[in-house]
């Protein structure tokens, strides 16, 4: 069966730093990968997904994520966090034989900007 | 245009009690999920309604859980018999196809508390 694991529960920063949020996913077939937030109080909304083609992919609100076939890694990074990033972040994949269309999540990392 | 609503946005109800939720999707979308997100668990997928192909109900975790599609459109999930346990936040998503690579777009959730 397919999971997604994502490595940080909670990750402190500071406003203006740079961060990287990490996820790994298991599947030996081809899956698609995706970054959802999910600010407090609302649904979740897409970041950023990976399909196919280039492996560096942006996304909305400055973020970027690498995906990485050998690493069956996605980690998703900004190079400078706002305040306003302060929310949760969870990483999904859909496909690899098992699901019908349904995603997999992560159990989330938060993440929390300070001035 | 209009998102993914969810209503009502929270139920607090007594151990032993029926609930129905309600989701309505984003018009002219096909596919519809229902996921539950809790503490203990992360955001677990429970039910995926696809045009007029059976719904893949693999992800309820009872009998207790049902949930119906009428007309393509909205859609009603349906807590029989309630628990302590049951107490989640159910999102529910639409997306434009059933395709592994579509964005599903989420709704803000319904917060449910059995007391």
């Known amino acids: 069966a397919q999971s997604v694991t994502q490595l940080d529960s909670q990750v402190p920063v500071f406003e203006e730093a740079p961060v990287e949020l990490r996820c790994n996913y298991s599947s030996s077939v081809s899956v698609y990968l995706f970054w959802y937030v999910q600010y407090p109080n609302q649904g979740l909304q897409l970041l950023l997904k990976?399909?196919?083609?280039?492996?560096l992919v942006k996304g909305i609100n400055g973020f970027e994520a690498e995906f990485n076939k050998s690493q069956t890694s996605f980690h998703l990074r900004k190079p400078s966090v706002h305040i306003s990033d302060t929310a949760e972040y969870f990483c999904?994949?859909?496909?690899?034989?098992?699901?019908?269309?349904?995603?997999?999540f992560g159990k989330g990392t938060k993440l929390s900007v300070k001035p | 245009g209009a998102g993914v609503s969810q209503s009502p946005s929270n139920k607090v109800t007594e151990k032993g009690k029926d609930v129905e939720l309600r989701c309505d999707p984003i018009s002219g979308h096909t596919a519809l999920y229902w996921y539950r997100q809790s503490l203990g668990q992360g955001l677990e997928f429970l039910i995926y309604f696809q045009g007029n192909s059976a719904p893949d109900k693999s992800g309820l975790p009872s009998d207790r859980f049902s949930a119906e599609r009428t007309g393509g459109s909205v859609s009603t999930l349906t807590i029989q018999r309630t628990q302590q346990e049951d107490s989640a936040v159910y999102l529910c998503?639409?997306?434009?196809?059933?395709?592994?690579?579509?964005?599903?777009?989420f709704g803000p959730g319904t917060r449910l508390l059995v007391l």
């Open positions: 998503a639409s997306s434009l196809g059933g395709g592994l690579q579509e964005t599903q777009y």
């Open positions: 999904a994949v859909s496909g690899g034989g098992g699901s019908q269309g349904n995603l997999i």
């Open positions: 990976y399909l196919s083609g280039s492996t």
